[in-house]
């Protein structure tokens, strides 16, 4: 019999019960004890979606971030937050977002945890923090009370524990020592861990290692071993468990170490499975991944069976079939879509019905297909369908695709001759002050495009109120003094979502959330088919700001690489030829902006990192594509347009050559929570145009001051020529509220003008 389980489950509920339940805490509107209890009750919900399955998967809740789990759960609080008063969660929240509930609202607290993205996810992971003197120590309190718990309730339950090579991996050594140096100490603590499920009658522990689909040196190889080979002797049946990539030169390391099954991701590595069948020991059990869990297309169920059939032959009781990674990627329940397209929604699977492909196919691997032939032919019809369908192929999108040529990426003129031209148009002062566009998303703005979007309000009033709300925005600008102003984006949902909308090839869900981070969660769109840009998205809205004030005012777009990285993207033609499609999308908005007057244009490229192949030698084809799909949405303006980028929560250090290959005026990258570290990258590195570092963390509710300000940017001029020098926030401001946001920009506008009074290297007209 094949046996089925999942490797994790969204955590944030099907209504984001998570997430309004940490906003209300946040606030002091809900009690500790009642944040833990509605926690409490999203567990059970979930586990009951997964009752069918053989094996449940326990400890992939989290009230934040699993990474940020486990540094607690091993005792790894960095010190500026361990010696502080209050309780463990307190601490908690103080590492996830720079404050916890007990803090004072006059308090700057401290720095929260730097973050990043997980792997090549969009979803972001609190950066566990080492140094020579990090011990190590066990605290599995929260673990064993979710094991407790689902065994009351009568589980079959999988633990879920992030492996310790990778979570050294995932961390930064803020001294220079070397993180393996940490091994031993950290593998006495995760055998402690071990036993204790042991003890407490724990089958099998699910141990995540992704770490082995990347590029690893001999010495990360060795820690692997010496890791599963020291920590075998007091295990329960460990799984170990690999996704996002191939295992390639790791396969063998991967079959040998002395675990009791292996977890293979086949949707991207199909091409592994039958060495890895050859390679695997014959008491060791090999779990397949067999439903993309990143994605939200129905699988091809027939075309699944056809592979499936002889490795089950073959293999018997020893395979286990799972989603290929864990459902924290995709929304919860496609039974929650009332209004979505019927023909689209059909070719559809969220977490939950991903659970029952799993199920089907082991129903069909143990029983024969006849015994569930109705599904399997609904399936194949639905298959069938969105390949026929003739709302996904559009001649005309992929003929003016093949018409791109080089001219369509390039400038008029060089930077350094560009900037002469901006320079003389724009009369900034030194250390030019801007945001990154979005400003508070009050209540009453998203009742508004609510109200809009259900018919309760006219399109006449509908744009009288967003205009209003604009008019407030510009003039809060002004009134700070911002040197480059933004009209603050009351109209737009979301940054992908938003143009999306407006583009056809789109559909878009009412509840399909996923989280980002923490209380963040994001609605991407699905792209199913051809991308069509048919009539100006943006230039009513900036062209009524720009005649509300005298200085420049920034048109602000989404990248065609961030749409597609943040979308749920089409699985039948490459994705490069889906981001140039966006490319001409955006680059006509470009163009739209550029001819209503807009001089300074700001297109996002926030998910560039995050679609690199996880192995380095696989970098340089995405990295061609995707700057060619920029350049060709950025390049068609003239000299005096001012084309900005924006990236953010990613690792940057390693691909800055191919970010000046943008050729974008000026690029403003996220800084903040990592102490300026990206600006290491210039020590190697000449940036050639110019660069606004984010100041601060709009992430925590935490506000600035002048004087850490001012000290970050003068980190910045040390490697950077201060006449090429931005002042800019690290990310949008729309998860903030005014009274955090002003004084912030406040601070930030006078450390600007301090800088430009005492830095002599001053800005040349």
Known sequence: MVTTHNLGFPRIGRNRELKFALEKYWKGALSEQALLEIAAALRAQHWQAQAALDWIPVGDFSLYDHVLDTSFMLGNIPSRVSTLPGDEIDSYFRVARGRSVSDNAACSCVN????????DTNYHY???EFDKNTRFSLHAGHLLEQIQQAKQLNYQIKPVILGPVTYLWLGKSKDGSDKLALLDDLLSVYAQLLHELKNADIQWVQIDEPVLVMELTQEWKHALRQAYYQLQAASPNLLLTTYFGQLQDNLQLACELPVSGLHLDTTTAYDEVAKVIDWLPSHKILSLGVVNGRNIWKTDLTKTLDWLEPIHARLQDRLWLAPSCSLLHVPVDLDSEQKLDVEIRSWLAFAVQKLGEIELLANALDHGRDS?????WENSAAVISRKQSKRVHQAAVKGRVLEIDDAMGARQSPYHQRTIVQRK???LPPFPTTTIGSFPQTQ???QTRRDFREGRLSESAYHQAMRKEIEICVHEQEALGLDVLVHGEPERNDMVEYFGEQLAGYVFTQLG????????CVKPPIIYGDVLHSQAITTEWIQYAQSLTSKPMKGMLTGPVTMLNWSFVRDDQLRADTCMQLALAIRDEVLALEKAGISIIQIDEAALREGLPLRKSQWSDYLDWAIRAFRVTANGVSDATQIHTHMCYSEFN???AAIARMDADVITIETSRSDMELLDAFDQFHYPNEIGPGVYDIHSP??????SIIELMEKAAQRIPAERLWVNPDCGLKTRNWDEVKPALRNMIAASRHLSTHLSAARTG
């Open 112 to 119: 929260a945890g730097e973050m990043t993205k997980w792997f």
């Open 425 to 427: 148009k724009f009369q």
């Open 372 to 376: 569930v032939a109705a599904a399997l």
């Open 126 to 128: 609190i950066v566990p």
């Open 654 to 656: 390693d691909i800055m």
């Open 444 to 446: 009453e703005i998203r």
């Open 702 to 707: 935490n506000i600035p001051s002048i004087d």
């Open 513 to 520: 959330w996923v989280q980002s981070y923490g209380s963040r």
